[in-house]
């Protein structure tokens, strides 16, 4: 199992940019897929991007084009670099880890969580 904690999140103006960190400890963390998600007040949790361990990405509809999702299994850190932020991005960012090969789609399959951050875009 993985401990995660997320870093970064904030309020920003329509058209910011936020870079979110995850950092994770344990052990593997190579051998897991890492994600972001999403949650907005009375939303259901989203996917917005997942690099599974053979470092592939993939990005929920709203996060293509926009954003960016790295790992650095070295350091045991993930990462989201969102641009052009809008209203609608505003959520609670969740980072997690799931099975080695997911996708933005397997929410449900993502067994480790952290608190998450908040990230807030005002027009």
């Known amino acids: 199992r993985l401990q995660l904690v997320e870093s970064g999140g904030g309020s920003v103006q329509v058209g910011g940019s936020l870079r979110l960190s995850c950092v994770a400890s344990g052990e593997l963390f190579s051998s897991y897929s890492m994600g972001w998600f999403r949650q907005a007040p009375g939303k259901e949790r989203e996917g917005v991007a997942v690099?599974?361990?053979?470092?592939?990405?993939t990005y929920g509809d709203s996060a293509k084009g926009r954003f960016s999702i790295s790992r650095d299994n070295d350091k045991n850190v993930v990462f989201l670099q969102m641009n052009n932020l809008k209203p609608e991005d505003t959520a609670m960012y969740y980072c997690?880890?799931?099975?080695?090969?997911?996708?933005?789609?397997?929410?449900?399959?993502?067994?480790?969580w952290g608190q998450g951050t908040q990230v807030t875009v005002s027009s």
């Open positions: 690099v599974d361990g053979d470092g592939h990405a």
């Open positions: 997690a880890a799931g099975p080695f090969y997911s996708t933005y789609e397997d929410v449900r399959n993502f067994d480790d």
